[in-house]
Nanobody, 115 residues
Framework: QVQLVESGGGLVQSGGSLRLSCVAS????????MAWYRRVPGMQRELVAI???????NYADSVKGRFTISRDNPKNTVYLQMNSLKPDDTAVYHCNAYHSGKVYWGQGTQVTVSS
């Protein structure tokens, strides 16, 4: 059974940092795109950052220069380092991976940034 499990969310003050982790199990995602999305209640889900197998990354304009996505293929893990956090970054953050024609999602981890 394929699973993605996020961790690392929490409450942080504006300007602070958090590091999210997403551990995958059930299959290797070393050859797959992996991404972080976030969702605020009542709003559309937003792609935050994505990393593809060749190492390329892409970010939402709202997080460029503040967030960094990285992956550790032997550990089947993708990370999201979030610096200079703002109240607008408050959301549930979900890990996403595409593998063999299927899209997989984690359950999400809450990030709350206080002003």
């Amino acid at each position: 059974q394929v699973q993605l499990v996020e961790s690392g969310g929490g409450l942080v003050q504006s300007g602070g940092s958090l590091r999210l982790s997403c551990v995958a199990s059930g299959t290797s995602f070393s050859g797959s795109p992996m991404a972080w999305y976030r969702r605020v209640p009542g709003m559309q889900r937003e792609l935050v950052a994505i990393t593809v197998p060749n190492g390329s990354t892409n970010y939402a304009d709202s997080v460029k220069g503040r967030f960094t996505i990285s992956r550790d293929n032997p550990k089947n893990t993708v990370y999201l380092q979030m610096n200079s956090l703002k109240p607008d970054d408050t959301a549930v953050y979900h890990c996403n991976a595409y593998h063999s024609g299927k899209v997989y999602w984690g359950q999400g981890t809450q990030v709350t940034v206080s002003s």
